[in-house]
């Protein structure tokens, strides 16, 4: 009986019925092809025998036949239930109704999935989904199930949720025929399992468990005609979970493998996969010994005739499954074994058997297979060949042999192959249970079951009845579950309901399994001698035919029987029943495969207890059990001693695993998923309207609507009812507090006042039922209330139409009659206006004439005049060029020659002086060669005495002594010699000086001569340009008519002109802008890069954070584990940031002092850099013209030129000194001390030379200019006059550091020469005897003399390379000086041109010089800034030699070499720790702390600081205090206490975040300290560009000594981790809050999408427990307002929070819109402008708390536009509007929100497929410019890239005090 037969049956009385059929109403009738199409009465139905309908797919009109009013068609449902998620919310429940629903979800929605009730309805779709990624497991994982979409995955969540909830193991069933899909769902379903687990341990176990899919494909799987991978066994698959709810281990089981498969194979169909895949490696070279051939050739392979597969590769499928093997463990070898006894049963299959002399059989001699077969199992082939023909009786005194026939054997043969196959089977599943089994203790499991659905086939044989009968089992718990589920909803309620009558299949059970079934006479007929299948059968029709309702006999068979099933009647042919229910192997041959040679094989078929196996009495006859003969058969016994243990059949043995399964599905929650094959063809999103409704019928999806429909299937909360059906109530029936007594008001008195009207109605208490909760009606009532409802709204809507229609007819009245009156008023006035125009024009048109020729006359006189007056001043004009620039031409030609003969004379004398300074040069070289050479023989032989004469050391030392006494008298002496010798040079230059200042002052009279004669020379070319003016006026007069028309064609030029410039401006803007939009967009991607390289920076952060954790995590589970008796303390607060701190350096080497430049910087605590002159701002032209006349220009380039000369000197005498350094070997031997002694000395001598003869050569230049040129201007100097001393200054310092430095040498040197003696009167009291009792001198000397080695080394690297960048600045000054001289010349040639020349065209020289002088100022004076540069570069080089040579002086030898130690081992491991670079800088407001008091500053300031103090404080105070602490071990210049520190504070801060991850205001805390100690020490690192805005008291605090840059991108990254644990913690608590606030928040009243909720709305797992809190708007509200206040009172960066927000709203939009894309009943008009309007009120929070600009809105943009997406009119007209609002949406989530649109009313439209696909094309035409994005959700876990803009204090150090509640007293103000 169909549901519909129940309901009209139950619920339709005669007068409802006549109600009900009326014409229109909409009908299901049956059809052949389709099953069932829909109709339209046609007319009322009133009890007649026919009706008239009309089909609507064809429009045919027919007579329906009605036998019987029990018997009417099905009704068709509203169009507004049309594919709902949930097959039970529809109003009329009925097959056509399912069927139809699923069709529509499938095929034009493209969805899969469909609930129907308890059960998950799953359609093959054929083809790969993207439905199934991470993304997706996520938004399934901790919601109910029926607030998303149908999924496999919300099952699997239900089932989890569960399980971990109220600790009951679940199960998920999972059923359908051959092809429909189970194995991948349960695939999918143990993925989503592994996933949520969240683990490392538990996906290593998934992958174990998939790994075991393609084995189980291989040796479980075979084609049949409906599937190419069909799965003919059924698994049990138990996944175990620990108490953390973590997969920890699995287990399978498995049920009835179809061995008979082994033997034979249907046309067709194919063997299991194992044995082709084997055939196709046969080439492979370890498969060569197996002997393969194609699977044609082999006997049980060939009988389907179909050995491939299309699109199939077995040999990659064999690839796929070895590697499987391994990963679960298996061995090679034992791989190999298992390869090499599949192989045995292909040879054993083409062993024939021939029949032999009488009833006996035999095998031929020279059979190969027999052979290989033996071969491969290690076995006897003789005895494999005797018993095989052979079987062996034991009686009570004997063993008989007797022989088989040709059948017997060829059935024995056949039983040892399946029982071989079989055995590996159970030994491949047994190693897989090993591999998944965990040690672990399991406390619940989810067990997933995949078994074989209802089959029916044209020949239906034992496997079918086996596999018929579990599904009848597993129909039973399905009905019991589903009426339980019932039960316990009617009895929560508080309901009054009567016993639901649904189909019961016990008794087809019983007929089955219960005592003399089917079964039962099986296996009795089993033990029978001469049991039979007909006898079999006969027994059976004695037995149950007409006593069993169930129970059928065939017409024509006698071997066959039927039994009616729950889904079909299947007729069963008995043939071989008895054979493979006794499953019977010959004895013999199994003793000689347990005899093989090989351990596996023996292994398969070792004895094992049975406990199936039942005690026989003893003493009966023992028969080997064999497979049944033609004529007879052989009892199944095993004999054991005296006794003779039965063995159980097949039968006995799957009815006995299944009652295990049926226990253990029982003690589970069922979790129930019906897959269906929507076609046989196998083509995707096609659908077979038969088939389908076949496997709804066999799955019991019918049987659960049918259940549904025979209660109360349609419920409704009382909110939810009153809020879509209020329309039908009365105001003065409306109780807003109490929405039951609204309901009952509804339902009682309003609806039951309409029966009066019309005979049906809910007046009958049996239509509906008030529980507690909800309200409970019978099937089809709520589409009477949907009908009711709509006749109210369409009734209001004729009201108003009514009413609108009349008010816009009275106003189209008013307007046409107003419209006429203003139409006649204005055409008069036009008319009137007309004549008075042509008045007005009439009397215009003379006044304009008489204008205009008046004014075209005067036109035409003043263009004459003007032409006249133009021609005239151009020839005035060329005339007087031309006679000007001959007279310049021959000025210059003078000009040059008196340069280039200047120039001659120049160069001759420059050769000369070179030729003189070179002799010198070689002179002073041959000199100081010989004197090395003396010095080299006089080491030589000093170092050889010493060799020789080992016991003369004491007088050598005390010779030494001697000669250094002597040296130093000599070297004084010689000093006073050197200066007397340099106050007579100064002297001599000194009177050369003034004589070169008086032969100055004789050319600047014949300069002053020059000029005198050049201004004769003006005076005389003026009055010859007079004359050639008045001849040029004469030429004017001559040429007026020419230039008239010239002047004509310049007119039209200049128009030319004019457009083109105008067609160039145009063309300039249109470039432009296209250069701006290229820079833009070049922009946007290098903005884009960075933002990418920055998140991909800041994700390695977060990763490494979390592999951190996670290693913490595993220390602290091994501690555990470790520690039987007690918990022990793991190093969980050591943080991988500390070990980057100390791996994260750069080189010494990499230091690069000569990028800082030129600026003001910190030189050390109390003093300052002396800054560099300012640059001059760029001289105007009066100004240069003021200086020039000043200033002896000539002078001072002659001054510069010596300058020049003394300098090129100076380069030329270091550069002979650096090659003779080169040239000399440099004591690379222990031997050469003395040699290098007295080559340092020389040098340093030579050194000190140069330096005072240069200081006096710049003294004599200072003098000479001092009395020659004067720099006073008024008395004050000049510019250039400042800048000269301020050199001049600066030079002297450098010459006097310099000499500083030989001296402090050569006294460091002096003073470690202590002598023997002295050494014994310290050390030893006097005693010189015992000195050097140890070779303790000889030891020190050694290392005294590795210590200089090292340090002269150093010393020597740094002064090459001071000076290679001496001599780059000297080239520089170089071509520096050649430009000033050029500029120089550009000066005279100005001056000259300005005192001769007073005219027009002389104004625009001067004006061109004065702007190149300019300019060549400025480049001047750029390039002494980059000297300047250099020059503080060195001083800064200066002074760190100072440094080395302070602590050589200072320091004892031990603790040099040890400090040389540590900077080698510094120099090895920098490349992996943070180094400390060395500035030089001051201190103040710095905090001194004891080494052993850094724990407690650590505890006091980061560890025990709670965040209600810190807001009491200074903000950022204890970044300031850490940084104080800083600046002291920079004060210190402590390397170690400042590397401990900082690492110890960024362990600490790191430590506490992680401890306190929960506490949002303590991770704040830090973010916001941390942040502020990332910009302090920005701020106070001296680099210029983090300065800009420092007071010069915050100038003065920066650091001296380190350079902590690397330790700030160790903060930065400290910070970004704190941001992103901050975020994580943020989104994990707004994530309950977003889908109530944004989705489900209804704002707006009178706005209602709830639609009739089916079975799922009610049965999800939040139905057994306490409803949670529920959340709105104004909660997310308050969190948000909660995270603003937090920040702002840690006065967290503004720019930061604004990034904290952007992150927030991505989350909050991104979950919303996943939500909203899996959530059908959110996509309605009504939602889509409930949701606009909750995200308004985010807008406006953004606006409220000035957080607009950071770009949080425009995260929103998706969630925004599909909220406008569903409130967009939907036709075809709409298409590029809609495609053009919807651009922040990718294609696949348009299209899922159009599909997903449902109309609450009928008044609503659906949105057309056509229009779906108008949508799809245009979107595609345009994603394809674009860059195509087929992504369905977003990225919840995208993570925006952080940035900390730099944001510098203007709280000063020194003024922070220490507050007394940080307990910090051991601290130190300094």
């Known amino acids: 009986m169909t549901s519909a037969e129940l309901y009209v049956q139950t619920f339709l009385k005669d007068s409802e019925i006549s109600q009900v059929y009326v014409k229109g109403a909409r009908i299901w009738v049956p059809d052949e092809e389709k099953v069932w199409v829909g109709a339209e009465l046609l007319e009322n139905y009133t009890g007649q025998k026919t009706i008239r309908i009309q089909i609507e797919d064809s429009a045919e009109e027919r007579d329906y036949a009605i036998k019987d009013k029990k018997r009417l068609p099905h009704l068709r449902n509203p169009e507004i239930l049309i594919g709902e998620n949930d097959l039970t919310s529809l109003s009329y429940l009925n097959e056509p109704e399912v069927l139809y629903n699923l069709q529509v979800r499938f095929l034009e929605r493209n969805c899969i999935y469909t609930y129907c009730g308890i059960v998950l309805v799953a359609i093959n779709p054929y083809q790969q989904l993207p439905i199934y990624g991470n993304e997706l497991i996520q938004m399934y994982s901790g919601q109910d199930m029926g607030t998303m979409d149908p999924h496999i995955f919300a099952v699997a969540e239900e089932a989890f949720k569960l399980m971990s909830r109220f600790d009951k193991n679940q199960s998920i069933i999972v059923s359908g025929e051959s092809g429909a899909g189970k194995t991948v769902s349960a695939k999918y379903a143990m993925r989503y399992f592994a996933m949520v687990g969240g683990s490392q341990a538990e996906t290593q176990v998934e992958q174990k468990v998939l790994a075991s899919n393609p084995i189980m494909e291989a040796i479980g799987n075979a084609k049949t005609t409906r599937n190419d991978n069909s799965s003919r066994f059924g698994k049990y698959i138990e996944i175990s979970f620990s108490k953390n709810n973590a997969i920890i281990g699995a287990h399978m089981r498995t049920y009835l493998l179809e061995k008979s498969r082994v033997v034979f194979q249907a046309a067709e169909e194919r063997n299991y996969h194992i044995f082709y895949q084997l055939c196709a490696s046969r080439d492979r070279p370890e498969f060569k010994k197996f002997c393969l051939m194609s699977p044609d050739d082999f006997y049980y392979t060939s009988h389907g005739m179909a050995p491939e597969i299309d699109g199939v590769d077995d040999a990659e499928d064999m690839l796929s499954a070895r590697d499987a093997l391994t990963m679960l463990g298996i061995t090679e070898k034992d791989q190999m074994m298992i390869f090499q006894i599949q192989s045995a049963v292909l040879h054993f299959g083409n062993v024939k058997i021939r029949e032999a002399d009488g009833e006996s059989s035999e095998i031929k001699k020279d059979d190969k297979h027999l052979s290989i077969m033996c071969k491969l199992l290690g076995i006897e082939e003789s005895q494999m060949r005797m018993w095989l023909c052979h079987k062996k009786i034991v009686t009570v005194g004997e063993v008989l042999t007797k022989p088989l026939t040709l059948t017997q054997a060829s059935f024995a043969q056949d039983a040892l192959a399946k029982h071989i196959y079989a055995q590996t089977f159970n030994w491949i599943v047994e190693k897989i249970n090993r591999a998944l089994h965990s040690n672990t203790k399991s406390t619940k499991f989810i067990g997933v079951l995949d078994i074989y659905g209802f089959e029916t086939f044209e020949v239906n044989s034992f496997e079918q009845f086996c596999i ?307 309200i409970f009606f019978r099937a089809g009532q709520v589409a009477y209330l949907e009908k009711l409802r709509s006749d109210k709204l369409k009734a209001c809507g004729i009201m108003i139409q009514k009413h609108v229609k009349g008010w816009l007819a009275r106003r189209r009245y008013q307007r046409i009659t107003k419209s006429v009156t203003l139409l006649q008023k204005y055409g008069r006035g036009l008319l009137a206006r007309r004549h008075a125009k042509f008045l007005r024009e009439t009397f215009a048109a003379t006044r304009i004439q008489k204008q205009w020729k008046g004014y075209r006359a005067r036109r035409e006189y003043v263009k004459v005049r003007k032409a006249t007056i133009v021609i005239q001043s151009a020839i005035r004009g060329y005339f007087g060029r031309m006679l000007f620039k001959q007279e310049l031409h021959e000025h210059r030609a003078i000009t040059i020659q008196k340069m280039v003969r200047s120039y001659l004379a120049r160069r001759r004398y420059k050769r000369v002086m070179r030729g003189i300074v070179l002799l010198q040069s070689h002179y002073r070289r041959r000199r100081a060669k010989k004197q090395l050479k003396v010095l080299k023989i006089e080491a030589k032989s000093v170092e050889h005495i010493k060799n020789v004469n080992k016991g003369l050391e004491n007088k050598i030392i005390q010779l030494q002594q001697r000669l250094d006494a002597k040296n130093k008298e000599g070297m004084s002496i010689k000093e006073q010699e050197v200066y007397i010798k340099q106050l007579k040079g100064e002297l001599e230059k000194l009177r050369s000086s003034n004589e070169e200042g008086k032969r100055s002052s004789n050319k600047v009279s014949e300069l002053m001569q020059q000029i005198k004669d050049l201004q004769e020379e003006l005076s005389r070319e003026r009055e010859e340009k007079q004359v050639l003016i008045t001849k040029s006026e004469e030429m004017v007069k001559e040429h007026t008519q020419m230039l008239s028309k010239l002047a004509e064609e310049k007119c039209q030029l200049k128009e030319q002109l004019e457009e083109a410039n105008l067609k160039l401006q145009q063309q300039e803007t249109k470039t432009d802008d296209e250069m701006k939009k290229k820079l833009e967009e070049t922009n946007a991607l290098l903005a884009a890069e960075f933002d990418s390289e920055r998140s991909h920076h800041q994700r390695l952060v977060k990763e490494h954070a979390r592999l951190q954790q996670r290693l913490e995590n595993l220390q602290s589970e091994m501690a555990v584990m470790n520690s039987p008796g007690g918990h022990k303390r793991t190093p969980s607060d050591i943080s991988a940031i500390s070990l980057e701190s100390y791996t994260s350096s750069v080189s010494p080497d990499e230091v690069k002092y000569d990028d800082e430049g030129p600026e003001e910087k910190d030189q050390g605590y109390g003093t300052k850099k002396k800054k560099k002159a300012p640059a001059p701002p760029a001289p105007t032209a009066n100004a240069m013209e003021k200086e020039m006349k000043n200033v002896d220009i000539g002078l001072v380039l002659k001054l510069q030129n010596k300058v020049k000369e003394l300098e090129g000197q100076r380069t030329e005498l270091e550069e002979k000194l650096e090659r003779y350094e080169e040239e000399t070997p440099q004591g690379t031997t222990d031997n050469a ?339 502020r100690l990332l910009h302090t020490l920005k701020q106070y690192s001296g680099e210029k560009a983090f300065q800009s805005e420092n007071t010069p008291r915050q100038n003065e605090h920066c650091l001296r000594n380190f350079d902590l840059s690397e330790y700030r991108q160790v903060f930065s990254d400290l910070a970004v981790w704190i941001y992103q644990t901050m975020i994580k913690y943020m989104e994990e608590v707004i994530q309950p809050m977003v889908v109530s606030a944004l989705l489900e928040h209804e704002a707006i009243a009178g706005l209602t999408a709830s639609k009739p909720a089916g079975m799922r709305g009610r049965s999800s797992s939040s139905a057994h427990e306490e409803e949670g809190r529920e959340f709105s708007l104004d909660s997310l509200v308050k969190a948000l307002n909660k995270y603003v206040q937090i920040l702002s009172q840690h006065a967290v960066d503004p720019e930061l929070v604004k990034q904290v927000f952007r992150q927030l709203y991505y989350y909050i939009g991104s979950n919303a819109l996943n939500n909203l894309l899996l959530r059908k009943d959110m996509c309605n008009w009504s939602k889509g402008m409930q949701i606009r309007y909750n995200l308004s009120h985010l807008e406006q929070w953004l606006r409220d708390n000035k957080l607009n600009e950071s770009g949080a809105q425009s995260t929103l943009e998706p969630i925004t536009q599909a909220s406008q997406l569903l409130q967009a009119r939907k036709s075809d007209a709409d298409v590029d509007s809609i495609c053009e609002m919807c651009s922040k949406l990718t294609t696949p989530q348009i299209v899922k929100i159009l599909n997903l649109y449902t109309p609450v009313d009928e008044f609503e439209e659906r949105v057309p497929i056509s229009f779906i696909r108008k949508i799809q094309e245009r979107l595609k035409s345009v994603k394809r410019e674009e860059g195509e994005d087929n992504t369905l959700l977003m990225d919840t876990k995208f993570t925006f890239p952080v940035t900390f803009p730099f944001n510098p204090s203007s709280v000063t150090l020194d003024s922070i005090d220490i507050p007394e509640s940080l307990h910090l007293d051991f601290l130190t103000r300094v």
């Not at 040498?1305 to 014994?1320: D, G, N, P, Q």
Request: proline share 3%.
């Open 468 to 774: 018929n009968y579990a599904n009848e089992k597993l129909q039973q718990i399905f009905n019991m579950h589903v009426f339980k589920l019932e039960q316990e909803e009617y009895v929560r309620e508080a309901i009054e309901w009567s016993f639901i009558d649904f189909y019961d299949n016990q008794p087809c059970i019983d007929l089955i399994e219960s005592k003399l079934g089917i079964l039962d006479l099986l296996d009795e007929e089993c033990k029978m001698p001469k049991g039979s299948d007909e006898n079999w059968c006969q027994k059976l029709y004695d037995k149950h035919l007409g006593k069993a309702k169930h129970f059928e006999k065939p017409r024509m068979s006698r071997s066959a029987f039927i039994i009616n099933h729950f889904a079909d009647r299947v007729e069963y042919q008995a043939d071989g029943f008895l054979e493979k229910n006794r499953d019977t192997v010959l004895e013999d041959h199994i003793n000689i495969l347990r005899a093989s040679e090989f351990e596996l094989v023996a292994e398969l078929f070792e004895e094992k207890v049975d406990p199936n196996e039942k005690k026989s009495r003893a003493g009966s006859a023992t028969t080997h059990p064999m497979r049944q003969a033609p004529k007879g058969g052989r009892s199944n016994k095993k004999t054991v001693g005296s006794q003779q243990v039965q063995k159980a059949t097949v039968g006995d043995q799957f009815r006995e695993s299944l009652k295990k399964l049926m226990e253990t599905l029982n003690a589970t929650t069922p979790h129930y998923i019906r897959c269906i094959k929507p076609n046989d063809i196998k083509e995707a999103f096609i659908f077979d309207p038969k088939r389908a409704v076949e496997q709804l019928r066999a799955c019991g999806v019918l049987e659960t609507i049918r259940i549904s429909a025979a209660g109360y299937p349609s419920r409704w909360t009382y909110p939810e009812f009153f809020q879509r059906y209020r329309v039908l109530a009365r105001s003065k029936d409306i109780d807003r507090s109490d929405h039951k007594k609204t309901c009952e008001n509804v339902l009682t008195k309003v609806i039951q006042g309409s029966v009066k009207k019309t005979p049906r109605g809910l007046e009958d208490p049996d239509k509906y039922r008030f529980g507690k909760t909800k």
């Open 1233 to 1571: 001390v003395i040699s290098n002694s007295a080559f340092n000395a020389l040098k340093m001598q030579e050194l000190q030379n140069e330096n005072d003869k240069l200081k006096r050569e710049v003294n004599k230049l200072m003098k000479s200019i001092s009395e020659n040129v004067s720099f006073e201007r008024g008395g004050t100097n000049s510019p250039a006059g400042k800048e000269f001393m301020e050199q001049f200054t600066a030079m002297s310092d450098e010459l006097e550091r310099r000499r500083e430095e030989c001296l402090q040498l050569r006294a460091m040197l002096a003073e470690k020469s202590i002598t023997t003696h002295a050494i014994a009167k310290e050390s030893y009291g006097g005693m010189d005897d015992i000195v050097n009792e140890d070779n303790e001198l000889a030891l020190a000397y050694r290392t005294q003399k590795e210590l200089n080695r090292l340090l002269e080394n150093q010393l020597q690297k740094t002064e090459k390379d001071t000076k290679k960048k001496e001599d780059k600045l000297k080239r520089e000054i170089r071509d520096l000086k050649h430009e000033n001289e050029a500029a120089q010349k550009v000066i005279n040639q100005y001056n000259s041109i300005t005192r001769n020349l007073q005219l027009g065209p002389e104004a625009k020289i001067e004006a061109t010089m004065q702007h190149e002088i300019t300019r060549l100022t400025s480049e001047n004076l750029d390039l002494r800034e980059k000297a300047d540069k250099q020059s503080d570069q060195i001083r800064k080089l200066k002074k760190m030699l100072k440094v080395y040579a302070k602590k050589l002086k200072d320091g004892d030898v031990a603790e040099i070499e040890a400090e040389l130690e540590r900077d080698d081992k510094q120099k090895k491991s920098d490349d992996g720790v943070a180094t400390v670079k060395h500035l030089d800088r001051t201190y103040m407001g710095m905090l001194e702390y004891k080494k052993e008091d850094e724990a407690q500053l650590i505890k006091c300031l980061i560890l025990d600081l709670k965040p209600k103090l810190a807001q009491g404080l200074l903000p950022g105070l204890p970044s300031y205090l850490l940084f104080m602490c800083v600046r002291h071990t920079d004060y210190i210049n402590d390397d170690e206490k400042v590397r401990t520190l900082l690492t110890n504070t960024i362990n600490g801060i790191k430590k506490c975040v992680k401890k306190h991850s929960k506490e949002l205001d303590r991770v704040i805390m830090w973010l916001a300290n941390t942040c």
